[in-house]
T-cell receptor, first 114, second 111 residues
């Protein structure tokens, strides 16, 4: 099992460019999440998908969109990147949706917006 | 929604000493509290968790305590080793199985 995988590992964008961050899990998990991590601010939830076919906003959704393509894949799109979106992005997934199930994180995508 | 505060932001201890990190939460309905360890450049990984029907849980050198009345929980690491140096995050779970993380504690173990 690869667990949770993310691509790309690192990306540099210019202001206004768009890109999609990809995430996939092979653990047959129902729920998937996108977080951003900034120094001194912990992990903040951008969007999540409780199950295939559903998506909901988290704490910091502005400037992002998501697609739950199927049970395995959950992508995050930046339509018009801004320097404030420079961050490390983590995807995570969790099992059958029961309360208190471990969230498994991907390796992260480091994004620099110039 | 849930709000989680974590203290201290940095903690330096001598190898072999104990380290304690404390978190408070706001939502009395929260019932699951995990702790994650993140090494430099790596992904967060779960090290221990506790549910609200339990007051304390131990796993070798790591323990977590929960005080529901006061709405706070703590991570205790005994006999610290250099490999314990990392950033530690606490979290609370709010409605919808969403985790709300604290800001993190940088733990440095000096040898």
């Amino acid at each position: 099992n690869a667990g949770v995988t993310q691509t790309p590992k690192f990306q540099v964008l210019k202001t206004g460019q768009s890109m999609t961050l990809q995430c996939a899990q092979d653990m047959n998990h129902n729920s998937m999440y996108w977080y951003r991590q900034d120094p001194g601010m912990g992990l903040r939830l951008i969007y999540y998908s409780a199950s295939e076919g559903t998506t909901d906003k988290g704490e910091v959704p502005n400037g992002y969109n998501v697609s739950r393509l199927n049970k395995r894949e959950f992508s995050l799109r930046l339509e018009s990147a801004a320097p404030s979106q420079t961050s490390v992005y983590f995807c995570a997934s969790t099992g059958q949706g029961g309360t208190g199930e471990t969230q498994y994180f991907g390796p992260g995508t480091r994004l620099l917006v110039l | 929604g849930e709000n989680v505060e974590q203290h201290p932001s940095t903690l330096s201890v001598q190898e072999g000493d104990s380290a304690v990190i404390k978190c408070t939460y706001s939502d009395s309905a929260s019932n699951y509290f995990p702790w994650y360890k993140q090494e430099l450049g790596k992904r967060p990984q779960l090290i221990i968790d506790i549910r609200s029907n339990v007051g304390e849980k131990k796993d070798q050198r790591i323990a977590v305590t929960l005080n529901k009345t006061a709405k706070h929980f703590s991570l205790h690491i005994t006999e610290t080793q250099p490999e314990d140096s990392a950033v530690y995050f606490c979290a609370g779970m709010e409605y919808g199985n969403k985790l709300v993380f604290g800001a993190g504690t940088i733990l440095r173990v000096k040898s």
